[in-house]
T-cell receptor, first 113, second 110 residues
Framework: DVKVTQSSRYLVKRTGEKVFLECVQD?????MFWYRQDPGLGLRLIYF???????EKGDIPEGYSVSREKKERFSLILESASTNQTSMYLC????????????FGQGTRLTVV | GENVEQHPSTLSVQEGDSAVIKCTYS??????FPWYKQELGKRPQLIID?????GEKKDQRIAVTLNKTAKHFSLHITETQPEDSAVYFC?????????FGTGTRLKVLA
């Protein structure tokens, strides 16, 4: 059973803080993703990674960076949190180069005040 | 850039009726089309998927159709039940990444 685990379910941070969201998967998946979910906007891709130390920008990378030092862990970093980054953040992972199911974490509800 | 349009944004049906959700994608390189169901407060979970070499796929009460020429794909739920109430997302995938639609909130009225 694939498990994608995000480090926090709820986070409250102050404007200007550096914020780290962590995601770990236990199925040796090559691909990992960070999405942001907002009402009416669906799931928007922030960054993804198809291998260790590799990263690609998604549709809304501005204000975010990522780190993938180990295959199982993919971190999303908000360099200087702003109120417009208040959102639900979802991590996902998938296997290899053949398109298959993406498995999601439980989500992190981030509030920036 | 690549995008996926999904309609309708909300859909209410009577229990036992059918529901249809439609998506259109822009990237011709997309070859995998999953559908996810997200219940309130939970993570999205795959309910059915289809690949570009297949036109239709069915799993009990749910089915998906794909028209590659028109770049359309649709989710069909028959004999809807209250537990089908959720938000449904379509997605299109080509090289590694998944581009999602904006979601459809389905309400099944008892």
């Amino acid at each position: 059973d694939v498990k994608v685990t995000q480090s926090s379910r709820y986070l409250v941070k102050r404007t200007g803080e550096k914020v780290f969201l962590e995601c770990v998967q236990d199925m040796d998946h090559e691909n990992m993703f960070w999405y942001r979910q907002d009402p009416g906007l669906g799931l928007r891709l922030i960054y993804f990674s198809y291998d260790v130390k590799m990263k690609e920008k998604g549709d809304i990378p501005e204000g975010y960076s990522v780190s993938r030092e180990k295959k199982e862990r993919f971190s999303l970093i908000l360099e200087s949190a702003s109120t417009n980054q208040t959102s639900m953040y979802l991590c996902a992972s998938s296997f290899g180069t053949v398109n298959t199911e993406a498995f999601f974490g439980q989500g992190t509800r981030l509030t920036v005040v | 850039g690549e995008n996926v349009e999904q309609h309708p944004s909300t859909l209410s049906v009577q229990e036992g009726d059918s529901a249809v959700i439609k998506c259109t994608y822009s990237d011709s390189a997309s070859n995998y089309f999953p559908w996810y169901k997200q219940e309130l407060g939970k993570r999205p979970q795959l309910i059915i998927d289809i690949r570009s070499n297949v036109g239709e796929k069915k799993d009990q009460r749910i089915a998906v159709t794909l028209n590659k020429t028109a770049k359309h794909f649709s989710l069909h739920i028959t004999e809807t039940q209250p537990e089908d109430s959720a938000v449904y997302f379509c997605a299109a995938s080509g090289a590694y990444k998944y581009i999602f639609g904006t979601g459809t909130r389905l309400k099944v009225l008892a």
